[in-house]
């Protein structure tokens, strides 16, 4: 079984920038497909930017131009960097890895995720 730990979320003033961590117990999901989301109160989880193996990314219109995600395979972790944040943006964030594995089979895991609180 594997597990994504998220880290980094907190409180922050609109307009200010947070950088999320979610750091992964095996490499072969860091180095693979894996994204980003977060669900705010009352809506549904959305997709904020997913990276492939390849490293192509893609973005939210929402977010373009503000969050940038990024990967160190040395330390398994997947990073997104938030700037500019709007208080509509409050929300718990979560990382996923997806894909499929020779040893692992199928795969669609979860952080538990960060809580992100942006005050106006």
């Known amino acids: 079984q594997v597990q994504l730990v998220e880290s980094g979320g907190g409180l922050v003033q609109a307009g200010g920038s947070l950088r999320l961590s979610c750091a992964a117990s095996?490499?072969?999901?860091?180095?693979?497909?894996m994204g980003w989301y977060r669900q705010a109160p009352g809506k549904q989880r959305e997709l904020l930017v997913f990276i492939t193996a390849a490293g192509s990314t893609n973005y939210a219109d929402s977010v373009k131009g503000r969050f940038t995600i990024s990967r160190d395979t040395a330390k398994n972790t997947l990073y997104l960097q938030m700037n500019l944040l709007k208080s509509e943006e409050t929300a718990v964030y979560y990382c996923?890895?997806?894909?499929?594995?020779?040893?692992?089979?199928?795969?669609?895991?979860w952080g538990q995720g960060t809580q992100v609180t942006v005050s106006s």
């Open positions: 996923n890895a997806k894909g499929s594995h020779s040893i692992e089979g199928h795969y669609d895991y």
């Open positions: 095996r490499s072969f999901v860091i180095q693979n497909d």
